[in-house]
């Protein structure tokens, strides 16, 4: 993980770089069974180099406990690893050039359970015609792995009303995890 991050850390592959304060590679347990992958860094994560340490983390940080999580228990990255400017939606080449890295994360640590937060990861990830409001707590089975979207914590401190879908979508997850756990156990 760490010439990963190495790499992450001196790309040059597409402007992101020429803005960025910090890049962000991503952080956490890599000996977990589950990843949590949103879009990119905002403001806040710019200047630390870490994901989700902003308001939407704060709010990830109280999703993740609610189904008895911490960020000491998973790894959590982003689809690009440099802040696009005025938060932006990651444009396509910039999701490209910026995809291996992820792609090398997920081999490293191997999860069974990868969570999209929101439909930039989802459409990256699991399927390029996804639809988070039509797809969210969906499961998807691919390379001996689950994937789910559900909400981007933003998306769920934009608009509350979808925090009750967002909640039902983390139930699902604790039940899977609580499945895996279980079937590893025999």
């Given amino acids: 993980m760490e010439a990963i ?3 992450i850390s001196v790309c040059r592959k597409c402007p992101l770089y020429s803005t960025r304060h910090n ?3 991503g952080e956490g347990n890599i000996h977990t069974n ?4 949103g879009e990119g860094p905002g403001q806040e994560e710019d200047k630390q180099g870490r994901p989700f340490v902003g308001p939407a983390g ?3 940080d109280k999703m ?8 000491t228990k998973v790894y959590i990255a982003n689809i690009v690893k440099c802040r696009p400017p005025q938060n932006r939606v990651p444009e396509e080449e910039e999701a490209q050039l910026c995809l291996p890295y992820l792609r090398k994360q997920f081999a490293v640590i191997k999860p069974q359970i990868v969570v ?4 930039t990861a989802a459409r990256y990830i699991i399927d390029c015609n996804i639809r ?11 390379m001996g792995c689950s994937f789910i979207a559900t909400y981007h914590p933003s998306a769920l401190l934009r608009d509350p009303e979808k925090k009750k879908d967002a909640w039902e979508d983390m139930k699902s997850i604790r039940e899977r ?3 895996i756990a279980a079937q590893s156990d025999k």
């Fill in 177 to 179: 995890l609580d499945l």
């Fill in 58 to 60: 704060q709010l990830l």
């Fill in 116 to 119: 999209c937060l929101g439909s």
């Fill in 5 to 7: 991050k190495s790499a």
């Fill in 64 to 71: 993740l406990a609610a189904i008895n999580l911490d960020r």
């Fill in 34 to 37: 589950i990843m949590f992958v």
């Fill in 132 to 142: 988070i409001t039509r797809d969210r707590g969906t499961w998807y089975d691919k």
């Fill in 23 to 25: 890049v962000v590679p």
